[in-house]
């Protein structure tokens, strides 16, 4: 397969993101949003454990990544912005790999 040439367009939207500051702290996302810890584990791809230590102080106190502050940025996003997203669009950007189905099945 070829891979296709980037419109201008699509290099500005590159651009874009990659220059977006997109993030949101664990304690931010956890005072925003009636979380367990176990759920921001799940969103960020880490281990129960880890997130616990981004809430603690001192040598347990393990600091987030960049990554994290995105994944709980992007969640924030899509939480705010559920109800306007067309599922279709929420299909092909999470396609579901849970027995439940889309997403729209899991939450109507």
């Known amino acids: 397969m070829t891979p296709l040439p980037l419109t201008a367009r699509q290099q500005t939207l590159i651009d874009f993101y990659g220059y977006c500051t997109l993030g949101m702290t664990p304690q ?13 584990a799940f969103i960020c791809s880490r281990s129960t454990s880890t997130v616990r230590r981004w809430f603690k ?20 996003f899509l939480l705010e912005q559920y109800q306007d997203i067309p599922p279709e669009l929420l299909n092909l950007l999470c396609r579901c790999d849970s027995p439940a189905g889309t997403l729209r099945e899991r939450h109507t």
């Open 28 to 40: 931010q996302f956890y005072a925003k949003w009636q979380v367990t810890h176990e759920d921001m």
């Open 57 to 76: 102080r001192g040598v347990n106190y393990r600091r987030p990544k960049s990554t994290d502050l995105r994944h709980l940025a992007l969640m924030d």
